[in-house]
């Protein structure tokens, strides 16, 4: 089992950044990547950004690359995400989101509470 825990968010200033912060219990060893999801309201949840917990390798969605910065910390089991330049079409709730297990016995997703980020004009 994992546990994600999410702080930071909040409004946000268009043009400022947001910074968000996930925190990862239970299972570390067992953790492939982390990642963050948005969710506008009446949209579908969609990829930000991830990063693998070995090797640290990163994956973010085209539209918003430039602007992000994803970053682990392992000595305490984070992650960090960062994006700058925002517009009121960022304000999303924002979701932490750990991927863990192997191809043998299967994987399972784990996701934080959520945090909702509006950007103000």
């Known amino acids: 089992q994992v546990q994600l825990v999410e702080s930071g968010g909040g409004l946000v200033q268009a043009g400022g950044s947001l910074r968000l912060s996930c925190a990862a219990s239970?299972?570390?060893?067992?953790?492939?990547?982390i990642g963050w999801y948005c969710q506008p309201t009446g949209k579908q949840r969609e990829l930000v950004a991830r990063i693998t917990t070995r090797g640290g390798n990163i994956y973010s969605a085209d539209a918003l690359k430039g602007r992000l910065t994803i970053s682990r910390d392992n000595a305490k089991n984070a992650v960090s995400l960062q994006m700058n330049s925002v517009t009121p079409e960022d304000t999303a709730v924002y979701y932490c989101?750990?991927?863990?297990?192997?191809?043998?016995?299967?994987?399972?997703?784990?996701w934080g509470q959520g945090n909702q980020v509006p950007v103000s004009p």
């Open positions: 989101n750990g991927n863990s297990g192997n191809a043998m016995y299967g994987f399972r997703s784990y």
């Open positions: 239970g299972s570390i060893a067992s953790i492939n990547y």
